[in-house]
Nanobody, 130 residues
Framework: QVQLVESGGGLVQAGASLRLSCTASGRTGSTNTMGWFRQAPGKEREFVAAIQRNSMSTYYTMYADSVKGRFTISRDNAKNAVYLQIHSLKPEDTAKYYC????????????????????WGQGTQVTVSS
């Protein structure tokens, strides 16, 4: 099992920046793929970003079109952590942000699918005021 704990959310004004963190514990060897999803009230959970360790120990990153250029995903394996740096926050970024992890290496389409991830955190709320 892998336990994921997110932090770093909050109430901010439009244009501000935030850095979300997700720390993994337990069987951290099962976190080849880590991602961030978000869910706004009344909406489905949507893909935000993912970072995947491939067979050559290099990393592949992927972003939803809506966040490209403003969000950056990174990971620190020594700390078993993944981060989401967010710049130029917009009111439409308001949502609960969830960290997800899975052992398997995934295709591009699989990276964007919440059902492809076995482990989830409880989420951290990001609220952006206009």
């Amino acid at each position: 099992q892998v336990q994921l704990v997110e932090s770093g959310g909050g109430l901010v004004q439009a244009g501000a920046s935030l850095r979300l963190s997700c720390t993994a514990s337990g069987r951290t060897g099962s976190t080849n793929t880590m991602g961030w999803f978000r869910q706004a009230p009344g909406k489905e959970r949507e893909f935000v970003a993912a970072i995947q360790r491939n067979s050559m120990s290099t990393y592949y990153t992927m972003y939803a079109d809506s966040v490209k250029g403003r969000f950056t995903i990174s990971r620190d394996n020594a700390k078993n952590a993944v981060y989401l740096q967010i710049h130029s926050l917009k009111p439409e970024d308001t949502a609960k942000y969830y960290c997800a992890a899975d052992q398997s290496v995934k295709s591009v389409n699989e990276l964007m699918s919440a059902r492809e991830y076995n482990y989830w955190g409880q989420g951290t709320q990001v609220t952006v005021s206009s």
